[in-house]
């Protein structure tokens, strides 16, 4: 049975006309990946394809770490230099509880070095527990100067964090105060709370104790790759080997 007339010469006209081209313009548009020729390109419609995009809005300026740590004053940044050291101190313990285990092992392991310490009138057993407790008390010094540092280090940068987030929020009152009536047309009025509260939770955590627990935590990995490379060169590259980069 041959199809109607009707659906034949409908097919026809969609074949010849410009419908087909039309859609493959719109599916390309839709698909940001299709017409991205650069990186920026790719970027831009990712941007676009966002609800929230506007094309009038302007971009958003990067503010650098160094800007933001300018509104501390002089006496807080010795306050926070002296936390770095201590971040330092925090950092360190790690890779020096490696070395005391290390060196427990080597001790506790090896007969011949025990008895050789113990010679014939010591008791060897009573060897052990004085080396015991001296690990447990090198441990518990090495985990009491953590705590100290850490507690100290963590207080000062959350302290000038804080002091520094204040005074962001009382310079952009200020800033705001003094713009005129047409900024606040161009702005929603009823917005600018929220981004603000947003933004400073943002700038507070930016140039608190985060900072600083980075820096602890590149202390650390470097002290035990370092610590690593000493006791036992060649496991430690081939350990490296394994490491993922990128």
Request: hydrophobic share 45%.
């Amino acid at each position: 049975m041959s199809p109607p007339k009707q659906l034949s010469t409908t097919k026809q006209h969609l074949l010849k006309s410009s419908y087909l081209e039309e859609y493959s313009a719109i599916r390309g548009n839709a698909l940001p990946l299709s017409r991205a020729a650069n990186h920026d390109d790719f970027l831009h419609y990712f941007r676009c394809a966002n609800p929230k995009y506007s094309p009038n809005q302007k971009p958003v300026a990067m503010v650098s770490l160094w800007t933001l740590l300018s509104y501390s004053t002089p006496n807080e940044r010795m306050w926070m230099i002296l936390g770095i050291i201590m971040a330092t101190f925090t950092g360190l313990g790690i890779p020096t509880w490696l070395i005391l285990l290390a060196r427990s092992l080597d001790t506790f392991s090896s007969l011949a070095t025990l008895m050789g310490k113990a010679g014939e009138n010591v008791d060897l057993f009573e060897l052990l527990r004085t080396e015991l407790n001296k690990l447990c008390v090198a441990f518990a010094i090495v985990g009491g100067v953590c705590l100290v540092t850490g507690f100290i280090y963590v207080s000062i940068w959350t302290y000038t964090g804080e002091q520094q987030s204040l005074r962001i929020q009382k310079q952009f009152v200020r800033s705001c105060l003094n713009q005129d009536a047409e900024w606040y047309d161009s702005n929603d009025r009823e917005a600018l709370p929220t981004k603000m509260g947003t933004a400073l939770v943002h700038v507070s955590n930016a140039i608190g104790r985060q900072v600083v627990d980075v820096y602890a935590n590149a202390v650390s990995a470097l002290g035990c790759l370092i610590v690593a490379l000493l006791l036992n060169t060649p496991l430690s590259l081939v350990m490296l080997c394994v490491v993922p980069i990128a």
